[in-house]
Antibody, heavy 122, light 108 residues
Framework: QLQLQESGPGLVKPSETLSLTCSVS??????????WDWIRQPPGKGLEWIGS???????YYNPSLKSRVTMFVDTSKIQFSLEVSSVTAADTAVYYC??????????????WGQGVVVTVAS | SYVLTQPPSESVAPGQTARITCWGN??????VHWYQQRPGQAPVLVVY???DRPSGIPERFSGSNSGNKATLTISRVEAGDEADYYC???????????FGGGTKLTVL
């Protein structure tokens, strides 16, 4: 059974770069059926999609974050990463990685990682 | 960009039926998915592709989608169903994932 686990610093200073990694176990990232996504949730708020990564390195980003976000997959294809530059307090959130099942007209997330709390503060 | 609108909250007595709505322009033409998020936990997929349930999700959870409204129905509500519920679609016109704002279900 596929499992995802986020990791990274829990505290980032304003204007610096937030870096997170999602480790994939129990399955491969190389299938053409799936994308690998990041989603975040600010405290007390709803879910915000950050972006998607395909196994070949193709990326799709939320336009509202596109200028500050980079996603990439490592060459072993057992983990993928997120970087958000020039962070502010508004980037404080729980960050989730998730596998997106993708078809012609359908795209859903299953499973999700447990999430990692990231706080932006000096 | 495409917008999904959910009521912020709904309440239901145990044993009754809860209906959580998700409104979007011609949402019936899209594939809608629903997630349950209990406090302090990650979201869990409970309905995908409008009406299908992942393995392990009780039959009490069902979905429908037509016109401008999608609905998640929870029959015979239990205390453990108290959670936030989010609808989600893929907006093919912009290649973006879209989430609704979430509905907090309270079991009275």
């Amino acid at each position: 059974q596929l499992q995802l686990q986020e990791s990274g610093p829990g505290l980032v200073k304003p204007s610096e770069t937030l870096s997170l990694t999602c480790s994939v176990s129990g399955g491969s990232m190389s299938s053409t059926l799936y994308y690998w996504d990041w989603i975040r949730q600010p405290p007390g708020k709803g879910l915000e999609w950050i972006g998607s990564l395909y196994y070949d390195g193709t990326t799709y980003y939320n336009p509202s974050l596109k200028s500050r976000v980079t996603m990439f997959v490592d060459t072993s294809k057992i983990q993928f990463s997120l970087e958000v530059s020039s962070v502010t307090a508004a980037d404080t959130a729980v960050y989730y990685c998730a596998r997106r099942v993708s078809g012609d007209t359908w795209n859903w997330f299953d499973p999700w990682g447990q999430g990692v709390v990231v706080t932006v503060a000096s | 960009s495409y917008v999904l609108t959910q009521p912020p909250s709904e309440s239901v007595a145990p044993g009754q039926t809860a209906r959580i709505t998700c409104w979007g322009n011609y949402i019936g033409a899209k594939s809608v998915h629903w997630y349950q998020q209990r406090p302090g936990q990650a979201p869990v997929l409970v309905v995908y592709d409008d009406t299908d349930r992942p393995s392990g999700i009780p039959e009490r959870f069902s979905g429908s989608n037509s016109g401008n409204k999608a609905t998640l129905t929870i029959s015979r509500v239990e205390a453990g169903d108290e959670a936030d519920y989010y609808c989600q679609v893929w907006d093919s016109s912009s290649d973006q994932v879209v989430f609704g704002g979430g509905t907090k279900l309270t079991v009275l």
